[in-house]
């Protein structure tokens, strides 16, 4: 799984690492996992410095990080989204970033927008100009290593990321809004 990898890998950088799982911990790939274990996120919130987020959207999980569960996080935490987006709520979010509660913000899975709620990542939505936040496309664990396509896959990441800084459309784009906003004239993109 995501999580038992990511916590093998801050282990292994000298992180102190506090993981949060709802089901029963795998022991065959999780034996290894040297990490303080909780059962219920509110109780690590208070001490957690960089929040990783890579579960999925249950019931339970739905806007998992909220005004109430950020408001535990230490002030200028940071909030790593791995796992989808309607783990955060956005209007939260977006409040935290701008008071300074949340320090950053990174997502390789968009936001749950409230009127945008199945787009993955809009590069001109408010949270997304946010000096302190980071979209990826969700493609963060793409490499030319584990999908073996000699180049291609990468080469149209860099080329739809190289598109938008033209304020062009790229390449590829689901979800693709009505209203053309890669031509230019957008105030917030400037004239390409």
Known sequence: SVGSTLCHYLISLGASVTAVRNRKWCPIQDKEVIAKKLPCIKEALPTTDVLILACTVTPVTWHLMNEE????LPDGALVVNVGRGPLVEYDAMLKALKSGKVGGFASDVGVS?????SEPWDPIDELSLLPNTIFTPHVGGYCDISYGEGGSITAAVVESIECIIRC????VWFNKPQSDVFKGSDPEFGSG
């Open 113 to 117: 927008h409230p009127t945008k709620p």
């Open 69 to 72: 569960t950020i408001d535990l």
């Open 168 to 171: 062009e459309a790229p390449p």
